[in-house]
């Protein structure tokens, strides 16, 4: 869908400019107030583009202050990760008694269910990319995002996920009266792996090495319906020899076949855990969609990464009320 609505606080009476925002933020992007000290009537604008399974917001504005309250997060409930970039302008973010300075080029991510207030002392801009809080813990299912994480995109392992970001973004917008580019939505999610690489990777990792696991990653998940896709297709698509691939991808403790695998399992684990397409597909085939001649061998890496079979996952999500 692409660009779907376009917001400017320019288009109403300054009066109601405070209003305004609000009222749009909430009923789009997340439930807030907001507060600002210009004379001249706040100004502020949005662009909301639908990315799929998730929207991306690119925000401006003039000097002001946001807050979202515990009572807002109570009342107004929103479950997401919000991954964005700084692309202008100096920002604040105080949560849970902390407080992040952040600059042109940093990156944070933080959830939408703790409260939290913002600060924008300069004229500035962010690139918002809204993530499905339920998708992001079936991915991430150890990654608590309760306190913010910043990152500094102006250094080391910073820089490439701002790329990544900055890429996208750049994507979408070229796009925006298209349909969205579901490959794009996996640059995204490649992009957040990155910083899950950085957070918990350790300091042998560095930006080169993560740059080639995005590309990797994208890359599987851009082929990942072709049954045959095997490590030497992989090299040969990045450019390098197997062997050399494998061992970039070691210092992660991963190889392309790992990587292959648990791409294909975590198909799986969202189709089986999204009941409506889950319902409707035998185990067996989607075994072989998956990558799978043996439907024991699939039970068993099913099981091994996600602690069930594939079997018992689907009573559970058929039967929540009776899950253990």
Known sequence: MGLISSFDTRSVAKSDRIDFWEERCSSTVVGLTCSTTEENGFEAKFDHYDFGSFSIFDIAGKPHVICRSSEMVRR?????????????????????????????????????????????????????????????????????????????????????????????????????????????????????EMVHDHVFGGSDISSYHLGI??????????????????????????????????????????????????????????VISGAADGERIALTELAYNCGYS????????????????PSEMRVAVRNPENAS
């Open 76 to 192: 107004d409930e929103k479950d997401s990760v919000f991954f964005t970039i700084i692309m202008k302008g100096n920002v604040f973010v105080n949560r849970r008694d902390r407080i992040d300075l952040l600059n042109a080029g940093d990156i944070v991510l933080y959830d939408t269910t703790t409260p939290y207030m913002h600060g924008f002392p300069t004229e500035a801009r962010q690139v918002l990319f809204d993530v499905p809080g339920a998708e992001f813990r079936k991915r991430f299912p150890q990654w608590d995002l309760r306190d913010a994480l910043k990152i500094d995109g102006n250094n080391g392992n910073g820089i490439a996920i701002g790329k990544a970001m900055r890429n996208t973004f750049s994507e979408v917008r070229a796009r925006k009266y298209l349909a969205p580019e579901p490959l794009l939505v996996n640059n995204i999610w490649s992009a957040m």
């Open 294 to 309: 043996c439907p024991s061998h699939f039970s068993k890496s099913f099981r091994r990464r996600f602690g069930v079979a």
């Open 213 to 270: 696991i995005q590309r990797v990653r994208s890359l599987i998940r851009s082929r990942i319906d072709d049954t045959s896709l095997d490590t030497e297709t992989v090299a040969d698509e990045i450019g390098m020899s197997s062997r050399q691939l494998n061992r970039i991808l070691a210092v992660q403790d991963l190889t392309v076949r790992k990587l292959i695998q648990n791409e294909r399992l975590d198909r799986a684990h969202r």
